[in-house]
C-alpha cells in the first residue's frame, strides 16, 4: 500500500509538470500573437485553455482524494500541499495568457501594440517564457537555483512593465487611448505571469526545505536565454 501511495504522489507530481508545460506552451504561443499580430496563433492559445483548467482540476481531485485517504505527513504532505497551492498560480497563469491572446483577437487585423513599445513588449514575451520555462524545469526536478533564476528574471520584467507606465503616461505618447489601454492591461498581464511563477517557486522552496519564507541561498545557474542580446 506505502508503494501505491508513493507511486500516487508521483503521478500528482507528474501532473504539475504537465499543466506547467502546457502553460509555457502558451504563453509562448500568446506572446508571439501578440508581438506579431498572428490572430490565428492566438486562437490557439484561447482554445487551449479549457484542457489547462481540466488538468488542474484532475490534479487537484486526486491530491484532495490522497489526503483525504491517506492523511500524509512530514514531506508527503508536503507535496500536496505544494500541489494545490501552486495549480491554482499555473491556472492563473494560463487566463493571463489567453487574455493576451484575447487582446490580439480584439484588436485585429490592426496589432494591439501602441507604436514604439514593439521592442518593450517582445522582450517582456521572452522574459515571461524564460520564467514558464524555468518554473518547469524547476517543478520537475526541484533545483533550487531555478527558483533564483525565475525571482531575477521577475525583477526585470517588473522595471519593463514600470517603463510602459511611463511612456503611456508620459507627454510623449502620441498613440490614442485604446493603445494606451492595451498597453497597460497587456503590460500587466505579462508582470503578473510572472508574479505568478515567482509564488510558485517558494512553494517549491517549501517543498524542498520545509521553509516557508521563500528565501534559499543557491548559488545561480546559468539558463540559456537565445534572445538576449
Known amino acids: 500500500m506505502r508503494e501505491v501511495f508513493h507511486d500516487t504522489l ?6 504539475l509538470v504537465e499543466v506547467a508545460e502546457l ?3 502558451a504563453i509562448e504561443k500568446a506572446t508571439t500573437a501578440f508581438t506579431t499580430g498572428d490572430v490565428a496563433l492566438a486562437e490557439e492559445v484561447i482554445a ?3 484542457r489547462i483548467d481540466q488538468m488542474v482540476l484532475t490534479t487537484d481531485e486526486i491530491a484532495i482524494e490522497t489526503l483525504a ?4 505527513v512530514a514531506r508527503d504532505l508536503r507535496i500536496i500541499v505544494t500541489v494545490l ?3 491554482a498560480s499555473l491556472e492563473r497563469m494560463g487566463d493571463l495568457a489567453e487574455h493576451i491572446a484575447l487582446l490580439v483577437r480584439q484588436r485585429y487585423p490592426e496589432r494591439a501594440i ?3 513599445l514593439k521592442k518593450t513588449f517582445k522582450r517582456l514575451g521572452e522574459l515571461d517564457v524564460l520564467v514558464a520555462k524555468a518554473l518547469v524545469e524547476l517543478l520537475r526536478t526541484e533545483d533550487l537555483r531555478y527558483s533564483t533564476q525565475i525571482r531575477d528574471t521577475d525583477d526585470e520584467i517588473d522595471e519593463l512593465h514600470a517603463s510602459v507606465y511611463e ?3 508620459g507627454d510623449s505618447f502620441g498613440g490614442e487611448v485604446s493603445g494606451a489601454i492595451d498597453a497597460t492591461l497587456a503590460s500587466r498581464y505579462h508582470e503578473r505571469f510572472a508574479d505568478h511563477a515567482v509564488a510558485i517557486s517558494k512553494k517549491v522552496v ?9 528565501e534559499e541561498d543557491v548559488s545561480t545557474i546559468e539558463i540559456v536565454d537565445e534572445n538576449a542580446s
Open 48 to 50: 487551449g485553455d479549457e
Open 23 to 25: 502553460v509555457a506552451e
Open 10 to 15: 508521483e503521478d500528482i507530481q507528474n501532473r
Open 114 to 116: 501602441p507604436k514604439g
Open 206 to 214: 517549501y517543498l524542498a526545505t520545509g521553509d516557508w519564507s521563500g
Open 85 to 87: 497551492r501552486a495549480s
Open 167 to 169: 511612456r503611456v503616461l
Open 69 to 72: 485517504m491517506q492523511q500524509p
